[in-house]
């Protein structure tokens, strides 16, 4: 009940187009569902976050989709670009402890 | 700007050693939280401290300690290093408990036991 599980384990997408990455999780007492972006030598960082209070959060290019019936939640990424090339972890939680998927390498071709 | 500084970046260490890897953070959070990272199976939580002296086991303790004397370092230890220890390791830290404050990750410390 505490997996996040995340794919795909990676994506070429050509630039411009839209890059799509899915979460599924078990545990329905989960209540924050973050994304977290990280460039190659460096750590994670926040990118956007939902609650399941809401079925879509948009911040930009970058979309997060909810489907609490489903437990699934996606990122989207429109207009890709090369500067998005990054791998991106999902996460879930409730209280005070965040599980985190296995992550999706994510290469955007110019 | 916030920061979580891993003083080492990479190490080299041999079978049986006991190897510290030391975490600092400027931002004043309560949370500091220790992580390793591996191909395939993305972040896993090895410990996490909600106060100064205070510690809580994550989903990998097996094999690691952890130390924090004072609110702002945080120190991983392997007290004997074995090869499966090989791996990124990521020190984080987040202003109180609640699940939706940001976590804040440092630059990450490769550590390769031969």
């Known amino acids: 009940q505490q997996q996040v599980k995340q794919s795909p384990q990676s994506l070429i997408v050509q630039k411009g187009g839209i890059s799509i990455i899915n979460c599924a999780y078990e545990?329905?007492?989960?209540?924050?569902f973050p994304w977290y972006q990280q460039f190659p030598g460096k750590g994670p960082a926040l990118l956007i976050a939902?609650?399941?209070?809401?079925s879509e959060k948009k911040e930009g290019r970058f979309t997060i989709s909810f489907n609490k019936s489903a437990k699934q939640f996606s990122l989207h990424i429109m207009d890709s670009q090369p500067g998005d090339s990054a791998t991106y972890f999902c996460a879930a939680g409730a209280t005070n402890k965040l599980i985190f998927g296995t992550g999706t390498l994510l290469a955007v071709q110019p | 700007d916030v920061k979580v500084t891993q003083s080492s970046r990479y190490l080299v260490k041999r079978t049986g050693e006991k190897v510290f890897l030391e975490c600092v953070q400027d931002m004043d959070h309560e949370n500091m939280f220790w992580y390793r990272q591996d191909p395939g199976l993305g972040l896993r939580l090895i410990y996490f401290?909600?106060?100064?002296?205070?510690?809580e086991k994550g989903d990998i303790p097996e094999g690691y300690s952890v130390s924090r004397e004072k609110k702002e370092r945080f120190s991983l230890i392997l007290e004997s290093a074995s090869t499966n220890q090989t791996s990124m390791y990521l020190c984080?830290?987040?202003?109180?408990?609640?699940?939706?404050?940001?976590?804040?990750f440092g630059e990450g410390s490769w550590l390769t036991v031969v």
């Open positions: 545990n329905t007492a989960f209540d924050y």
């Open positions: 984080a830290s987040r202003a109180g408990t609640t699940i939706g404050n940001t976590i804040y």
């Open positions: 401290s909600y106060d100064v002296k205070m510690k």
């Open positions: 939902i609650r399941p209070d809401v």
